[in-house]
């Protein structure tokens, strides 16, 4: 984990993908916290997901390449 001075010195692009339905993670505080430190990063709750994200690929190279 991360602290928030840590993750608030971090310049580059960030995308964060969260399943609304983590078992093993609190989703929304993470999106909340990350979306109070870091306002450019590039944040999606998917609706219904879980821990496990699948078919993000077209997602993460779009993000990669630009």
Not at 24 to 40: N, Q
Request: charged share 20%.
């Amino acid at each position: 984990m991360f602290s928030d001075n840590e993750l608030k010195r971090l310049a580059m692009p960030i995308i964060l993908f969260a399943g609304e339905k983590d078992v093993m993670f609190h989703s929304r505080m993470t999106v909340e916290r990350l979306r109070s430190i870091l306002p450019h990063a590039n944040i999606s709750l998917l609706p219904g997901a879980g821990h496990v994200l699948i078919n993000l690929t077209g997602k993460i190279n779009e993000f990669l390449t630009h």
